[in-house]
């Protein structure tokens, strides 16, 4: 008799579907019959610089010592970021990218008879965890493509464990100030544990933006998670972090998996954090590009959403699969979003100036072509 073997899985995991990262540019070579160098992707929210020359030249160091394991607690980078942003070593539990510190998380403080609470359009890897670890979601409408604090904050009750909170979020960009954050801190119950996940937190510029880890202090039930794939270009290397009190990191590094971060993302992260050129350097592009692309869609008559992450979300209609398909057949990959609940929209990583002027052509040619019915 043939098994059922998904039956076999936990009841969480069973409903689960797989997690669709951006389409790889090899993948969208092979499909179409392109040339890979001429691909360009806006897909995935990653550093358009490349690399960091400080992180390669660590990188390629820590090669040398490839039959050895990594050190499982990463002193070095944990000491460096110690100093950078003024906690101390054992609050921070370092993961492969901040991914893994979300499931830790999950696992550590939510199970069957617990809620979760996240919102509407937020990042897709939070229902996932909690879904995984059997606790039950509770998503709350969004507010303005953002979210909705006050709401968040009436949906607690008595079985709710966990709020994540993306700040910014993605996939729209938007961003609570830090009055909003502090109110809305100040209603959640010490019992219940508030992840502030600020993935794309290099990017914001001004005061008024919070700072999670200044907040730390006042709310011991606070977890923030950051990581160096964005603003720090190391998305491939898988190197994610969070800050919280030293009782929580005791309790996340008690289910961390040794070694989950390799040796060459450890040397590569910690390199980084000393190329203060590379990071203003990044925000200076992002900037410019999100006003370039802004200024494109204006001209084109397109909604979009105002981001201060390194992407941008635009409404090009329900035809968005339509366009979505004629960018890649001109070589330009791009994030369909209706996965999210935002079926009219495509996300846009923000690209060097050329590759968002190349984005903008295929996308002018793609809405004429859809518009003319051809």
């Not at 069973?14 to 392109?34: C, N, T, V, W």
């Not at 050329?354 to 984005?359: K, M």
């Amino acid at each position: 008799m043939a098994i059922d073997y998904q039956r076999l899985a936990v009841e969480g995991v069973q409903s689960l579907s797989p997690y669709q990262p951006g389409k790889p540019i090899d993948e969208l070579a092979r499909e179409f019959g392109l040339d890979p160098a001429s691909i360009v992707k806006l897909a995935s929210n990653e550093n358009p610089l490349g690399p960091s020359d400080r992180a390669l030249a660590a990188a390629q160091k820590a090669l040398s010592d490839l039959c050895l394991y990594p050190d499982g607690n990463g002193f070095d980078l944990k000491q460096a970021l110690s100093v950078r942003l003024g906690v101390k070593a054992d609050q921070i539990t370092l993961g492969n990218g901040s991914n893994d510190v979300l499931e830790i998380i999950a696992r550590c403080f939510a199970d069957a008879d617990d809620e979760v609470i996240f919102s509407q359009y937020a990042f897709a890897v939070y229902p996932l965890v909690t879904q995984a670890v059997g606790a039950k979601g509770v998503c709350v409408p969004a507010l303005e493509w953002g979210h909705d604090l006050d709401a968040m904050a009436n949906a607690i009750t008595d079985r709710t464990r966990l709020i994540f909170v993306a700040n910014p979020n993605n996939p729209t960009g938007t961003v609570q100030g830090r009055a909003a954050i502090e109110a809305f801190l100040d209603r959640v119950p010490a019992n219940v544990i508030v992840v502030l996940d600020e993935a794309y937190c290099e990017y914001l510029l001004g005061n008024e933006y919070p700072d999670g880890i200044q907040l730390l202090p006042r709310y011991p039930n606070l977890i923030v998670c950051r990581t160096f794939s964005k603003a720090w270009g190391l998305a491939a290397l898988r190197v994610g972090y969070s800050i919280c009190s030293p009782e929580i990191t005791d309790v996340l590094n008690r289910v961390r998996q040794p070694f989950n971060v390799d040796s060459i993302a450890l040397a590569a992260a910690t390199a980084v954090l000393e190329d203060e050129a590379y990071l203003q350097r990044s925000r200076k592009v992002n900037e410019a590009g999100l006003r370039q692309l802004e200024a494109a869609f204006e001209r084109l008559g397109l909604e979009y959403i105002p981001s201060v992450g390194n992407f941008i979300a635009v409404d090009v209609g329900e035809q968005s699969q339509e366009v979505f398909q004629s960018l890649l057949a001109q070589g330009v990959i791009v994030r369909p979003v209706a996965g999210y609940g935002m079926p009219c929209h495509l996300r846009v990583s923000v690209g060097l100036s050329e590759e968002n002027d190349r984005f903008v052509e295929a996308l002018e040619h793609s809405l004429n072509k859809i518009r003319q019915g051809g």
